[in-house]
């Protein structure tokens, strides 16, 4: 009789979070979808109230969240929400511009009925929460993410999504000016409809502008103050 190889024993379940990292999950969520400001003082008592926690996992989320970018800690005062500085954001931009729409020109070759059928429906539901924040930019997030994927090239894939993890905030807080999300929405679908029609160089083309007005309205946010 063949020897056989024993059964895999089942992963053990993952420990629950613990509180400080369901403090930093949630005060990571209110800092990139800009419910917490750029340059915001985090009063540590309102934090805990907001919370619903003690001040200990508070104030040692706060120090995880500042190894991530996202909080700048001061000595004896409040900590800030980190602010988004222009220098430092715009070639990030420009080169998400050029990887993505690098990326729409390959997809609007490679991509598959499949996909297209995805991204129409993920436009779809777009359409159907413009007005919730929190679901807009998680679709819109995926939105992009597949066309990337569509493309086939895994080293682009990889370039993006290192730049679009460090430029989600700044996406978000841009995607916040008025009118923006019908701006947004409109682009989406001139992009799917180059996608559909097997149109590279339209695809390309509206891609890169789409990425490029929303940096354009990242700095003209920026340079009003701050914001809420």
């Known amino acids: 009789m063949p020897l056989t190889s024993p059964a895999p024993a089942d992963a053990p379940p993952r420990p629950p979070p613990s509180l400080t990292e369901q403090a930093a999950a949630s005060l990571r969520r209110l800092i990139l979808l800009n419910l917490l400001s750029p340059g915001e003082v985090l009063n540590e008592p309102d934090l805990v109230t907001r919370l619903g926690m003690s001040r200990t996992p508070v104030r040692e989320a706060l120090k995880l969240l500042a190894g991530e970018g996202l909080v700048t800690l001061r000595r004896n005062r409040a900590a800030l929400v980190t602010r988004l500085d222009p220098a430092d954001l715009i070639p990030l931009f420009e080169l998400r511009a050029a990887l993505e729409s690098a990326c729409a020109g390959l997809a609007a070759e490679r991509m598959t009925a499949g996909e297209l059928d ?3 429906r993920l436009q779809a539901t777009l359409e159907a929460t413009r007005d919730d924040r929190d679901a807009y930019t998680r679709l819109n997030r995926q939105a992009h993410r597949l066309i990337v994927t569509a493309a086939r090239s895994p080293a682009i894939a990889e370039a993006h999504g ?3 993890a460090r430029l989600e905030r700044a996406h978000n807080f841009a995607l916040a000016a008025d009118g923006r999300v019908a701006e947004s929405l ?3 679908r001139a992009i799917l409809d180059a996608l559909r029609d097997r149109a590279p160089e339209r695809a390309r083309t509206l891609m890169h502008a789409h990425i490029a007005r ?8 920026l340079a009003q103050g701050p914001s809420r």
Do not use: I, M, P, S
Not at 214 to 221: D, G, K, P
């Open 118 to 120: 995805r991204l129409d």
């Open 162 to 164: 290192r730049a679009f």
């Open 186 to 188: 409109a682009e989406h």
């Open 214 to 221: 929303t940096q354009a309205l990242l700095v003209a946010r």
